[in-house]
């Protein structure tokens, strides 16, 4: 319809019109105009619709993000609530080691290695977390990324752990005599163990408060996987 109408504006174009004929092209114009316009509506329509569904899929990426993050944060409490746990109690078993180390006195026996559980959150893209933030809020938003950033460094200080824990065993008599040395490399691998114990103490603590302001409870299943060590069943946080 637009090169027709076109076709003939052209060769109407410069052309002495009589009044029928202008009267042609007033009508010709009118329909161009109309159609022009329904097909510029047509247009805008199909975008809002095309925006609407990119919207609509964005927020319900968000909805399942938020949700998966909900679980992940369960698991995460139940993990930082062990070490608020087991944290004291195993420092005091690096002290009873250090004195023992410093002073030549007898070992307190073996220093089995805990359990150091891990968890992880899986990270949201840029638009997830635009849509999180503009369906949810800023406030949830900015505590599930604070949570990311909890259980990559609880993973950080978990992995230094075993590390250093793999230097007690200089004390064990099973792989040769105990020197001196052995003692005062074991006690600085027990300094740095505390060190550690009480880093992963502070991100549990800071867990556990997220968690809360999220009222997200503890996994129950995972908790109940998290035995103590050995001597620290009866600590509490």
Not at 172 to 181: C, K, L
Not at 194 to 199: D, M, N, T, V, W
Request: hydrophobic share 45%; proline share 5%.
């Amino acid at each position: 319809m637009f090169q027709a109408i076109r076709r003939q504006l052209t060769q109407w174009q410069g052309a002495q019109l009589s009044h029928p004929q202008r009267r042609r092209i007033r009508r010709w114009t009118g329909l161009f105009l109309f159609e022009f316009v329904v097909v510029l509506f047509g247009v805008l329509a199909a975008q809002r619709l095309q925006e609407a569904g990119v919207q609509a899929r964005a927020r319900s990426d968000a909805a399942a993000a938020v949700e998966r993050a909900e679980h992940e944060t369960a698991s995460f409490r139940a993990t930082s609530e062990y070490w608020l746990r087991a944290g004291p109690c195993l420092a005091g078993q690096m002290d009873v080691l250090m004195r023992a180390a410093a002073t030549g006195e007898d070992l307190p026996g073996e220093f089995p290695r805990p359990r150091m559980p891990l968890s992880s959150f899986t990270p949201w893209t840029e638009g997830t977390s635009i849509a999180a933030r503009s369906a949810f809020g800023e406030g949830l938003v900015s505590d599930y990324a604070g949570l990311q950033v909890m259980a990559a460094k609880m993973a950080e200080d978990s992995h230094d752990l075993a590390g250093e824990w793999a230097l007690l065993s200089l004390l064990d008599p099973r792989f040769g005599p105990v020197a001196r040395e052995d003692r005062l490399n074991a006690r600085v691998a027990a300094g740095r163990i505390k060190g550690r114990l009480a880093s992963l103490r502070v991100t549990a603590r800071n867990a556990v408060a997220a968690a809360e302001r999220r009222k997200v409870a503890t996994d129950p299943a995972r908790r109940s996987l998290l035995t103590l060590p050995a001597g620290c069943e009866t600590m509490t946080p």
